[in-house]
């Protein structure tokens, strides 16, 4: 694997010089791209000790040398034609995964056994845990890592983030709700076991509040077993008075507490808020 990732890097300072016809670079991003898609590697991960986010550059150097290195081709499925640089992935039922028609994955974007792809996107360098729910017309970004037992519900837009190749993607971790028509960009991050009620903006400009203290949690991440939802703040600035966004964290939960749906039903009722 260092030897690889030692090849990646060394394409990388000379990217400026390689072309489709480098056969020595295809293959080697290639090796890297099939890494990703039978999840051997991932692009990012939670330290389990300093629970931060590692980003594994050497594999966004790949994925972006791929698209350098590809080139356009055309894709016939029944009637439809695609023009593209990249093939979509293969073989879900051998994998253990369930596809609707309309639905569609990358190679390069890794899905677990169990996952269930409504008609969505789920794009290169993304990881789908096993189990998962990705609901209709959702999109999973570029680079995303999407845990274990998650609900992306209808509309719900996880976005990429590509370049540059040390920024932080989104994450949501194992056991996480998120509502129809949520947005959840820009490297934000979504704690495990949470709720996050419809239509919420969360990126890592917008804070997180506890609607009981008032307090500012964080910006873009929100706490492990919460139910959060999207709100907005009064603000005097010069030019008048202003509501900003934010998400306000209404209730934390026990583990495993997000299960119990009438209960949670009922929280977010008390708040004027659905998932």
């Known amino acids: 694997m260092a030897t690889l990732e030692e090849s990646i890097d060394t394409l990388w300072e000379r990217r400026g010089e390689l ?12 090796e890297a791209i099939a890494l990703l898609d039978r999840g051997e590697v991932r692009v990012a991960e939670v330290d389990e000790r300093s629970g931060e986010v590692v980003v594994h550059e050497w594999l966004k150097r790949a994925i972006l040398l791929t698209f350098q290195l590809a080139q356009m081709s055309t894709i016939e499925l029944g009637p439809f034609e695609f023009a593209d640089k990249l093939p979509l992935k293969r073989d ?39 189990d998962t729910m990705v609901d ?76 009981t203290t008032g307090e500012e949690l964080s910006r873009g991440v929100v706490p ?20 900003l966004p934010c998400v306000l964290v209404l209730r934390r939960l026990a583990e495993g507490e997000r299960h119990d749906k009438a209960a949670l039903n009922a929280v977010l009722r008390t708040h004027g808020v659905s998932t």
């Open 224 to 243: 492990p077993w919460s139910v959060a939802v999207g709100a907005s703040r009064r603000r005097e600035l010069p030019g008048g008075e202003f509501f």
């Open 92 to 130: 879900y039922a051998a994998h253990g995964v369930r596809v609707v028609p309309g639905a569609s994955a990358r190679r390069g974007a890794f899905l677990d056994r169990g996952v269930v792809l409504m008609p969505s996107y789920v794009n290169i360098g993304a990881r789908v845990g096993r």
């Open 19 to 30: 072309s489709a016809g480098d056969g020595e670079a295809v293959a080697a991003v290639d």
């Open 136 to 211: 209709t017309w959702a999109t999973v970004g570029s680079c995303a890592q999407i845990g274990d037992r998650v609900h992306l519900s209808g509309g719900v837009g996880i976005g990429g983030v590509l370049e540059p190749p040390n920024a932080v993607p989104v994450v949501v971790e194992d056991d996480v709700l998120v509502g129809s028509r949520s947005m959840i960009t820009d490297g934000a991050r979504v704690g495990r076991g949470s709720v996050v009620g419809a239509g919420t903006i969360l990126n890592p400009s917008i804070p997180v509040v506890d609607a």
